[in-house]
């Protein structure tokens, strides 16, 4: 059995009671881990608020030195925790390690961040006194974490929240603690003082409803479903705490008439079925200018019919299963909702058959034409490999369907003339654009929503600034 880690010591749960977890691709118990209560989580909180003082007096090259030692240990141990992050998740191994990497990537970016934190001398009118603007730690962070990418967004979380000098506790997925309180317990073995960095398995109602309520948390950073993040910014401004959200998309990608074909069609195929299509930037609606639409399907097709199912642990494997059961019942409905409204399915839209599949969550990767905008997978977040295909007319009808969603997470344009490219940057309603480019979320830039895809950012020194409190002091002079 898995346990929880707090204030430096691996902890069963006061309730003595396990949650188990299991494979989505076969439905095998991979291992079970401690179903923490409101107590355990105040636990840990208690253990982080302890610890705080001291670690946010440390120097910033201490906090450095301890990520850059984190991110050796883990890398050391990096292909098992693939195959654990793939038993517990379902991804491809392949897709497991590069999601490691990025979160070493993430950490390493961060540790190098440590020394660059600036605050500020501001004249003031008076003649003899200036400002000074302070950069301070706030405290006790919430961390939580959904199961899509859990290493990942562990770490875009606890590492800008460590080198900023505050504690933390981390809440990871019901479904996918094991590699998370691997990772966790290495960066402290790193250096960490106890009670620095704390995680508590349970359920989101219980350990997270007790970060979100309790006074001694003072930030906390979500990223989960919109529906989830409404609760959670509600629960956390009756403690008046800071708030970042990362929530849902519904990525639109425009291709126009003088794209690069073959690159869009990567684009297109990577950024819909990566991960099975459980990425909040994956691309959820895709919009092709008339005049290319029948070759490029044409050929997105064949791309698409060659992506091998299958357990992610299997090394041919490109796509795995979906992640849980209901998960999977809520595509089949979206996709069931759009053939009702005159949608056609040009390949998939089923369960695959065959002793390998029955018992995983799998659906294979489909394509979707002719879906009206009423449909649920155009209005709602599709988290599964399923992917709707428009054609326009031209770029101004591509933009104003691109920005018909109440998400604004990322968009991309694929052309070949600069004045395009730049007026749907401009126009486009996300947080994120890519132009002839994958959605990728890059460790050195920004990361995050408008309207209900979210608030604040993570990544690039953006984020560093979301646990960072500036302080305005006045120094009278004469
Ligand atoms: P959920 O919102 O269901 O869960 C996210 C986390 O919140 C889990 O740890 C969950 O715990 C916890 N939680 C649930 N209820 C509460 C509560 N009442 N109080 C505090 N915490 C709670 O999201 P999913 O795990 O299903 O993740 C998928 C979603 O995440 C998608 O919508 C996706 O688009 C979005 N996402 C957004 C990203 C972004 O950067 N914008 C990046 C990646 C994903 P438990 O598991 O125990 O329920």
Known sequence: ?????????????????????????????????????????QKAIDAAAE???????????????????????????????????????????SESVREIDHFLHGMKFYAG????????????????????????????????????????????????????????????????PLTTLQC????????????????????????????????????????????????????????IKRVTLELGGSDPMIVCD??????????????????????????????LFESIADEFIEQLKGKVQRLKLGNGLNEDTRVGPLHMEFQRKEVEEQVEDAKKKGAKVLIGGERPTGDEFD???????????????SGRIVQEECF?????????????????????????LGASIWTQNLARAHQAAERLQAGNVWINSLHIGYDELPFGGIKESGIGREHGPEALEYYLEPKGVVVATG
């Not at 031209?394 to 109440?406: M, P, R, T, V, Y």
Request: aromatic residues 6%; contains cysteine; proline residues 7%.
């Open 113 to 176: 961040l440590a020394t660059k934190v600036r605050g500020a001398q501001v004249p003031l009118p008076e003649k003899g006194v200036y400002g000074m603007v302070l950069k301070q730690s706030i405290g006790v962070c919430g961390a939580i974490v959904p199961w899509n990418f859990p290493i990942t967004l562990m770490g875009t979380k606890v590492g800008p929240a460590l080198i900023a000098g505050n504690t933390v506790v981390v809440k990871p997925a019901s479904t996918t």
């Open 359 to 373: 018992k995983g969550f799998f659906y294979l990767p489909t394509l979707l034409t002719d879906v009206p905008d």
């Open 258 to 287: 003088d794209a690069n074909m073959k690159r869009a069609l990567t684009g297109a195929s990577v950024g819909r079925f990566y991960n099975c299509g459980q990425a909040c930037l994956a691309i959820k609606r895709l919009y």
């Open 384 to 408: 599964g490999p399923v992917l709707p295909i428009f054609r326009v007319k031209d770029l101004d009808e591509a933009i104003e369907k691109a920005n018909s969603s109440s998400y604004g």
């Open 51 to 93: 610890a705080y003082p001291k670690w946010s007096e440390t120097s910033p090259e201490e906090r450095a030195k301890v990520l850059d030692k984190a991110v050796d240990l883990i890398n050391e141990k990096k292909q098992d925790l693939a195959v654990l992050l793939t038993k517990e998740q379902g991804k491809p191994v």
């Open 1 to 41: 059995m898995a346990k929880m880690f707090i204030a430096g010591e691996w902890m069963e749960s006061e309730s003595g009671q396990v949650t188990e977890i299991r494979n989505p691709a076969t439905g095998e118990l991979v291992d079970t881990v401690p179903k923490g209560t409101e107590k355990d989580a």
């Open 184 to 239: 966790v317990e290495m960066i402290h073995r790193a250096g960490l003082p106890e009670g620095v960095l704390n995680i508590v398995t349970g359920p989101g109602s219980v350990v997270g409803e007790e970060l979100l309520r309790n006074p001694k948390v003072r930030r906390i950073a979500f990223t989960g479903e919109t529906k989830t993040g409404k609760h959670v910014m509600e629960i956390a401004s009756q403690g």
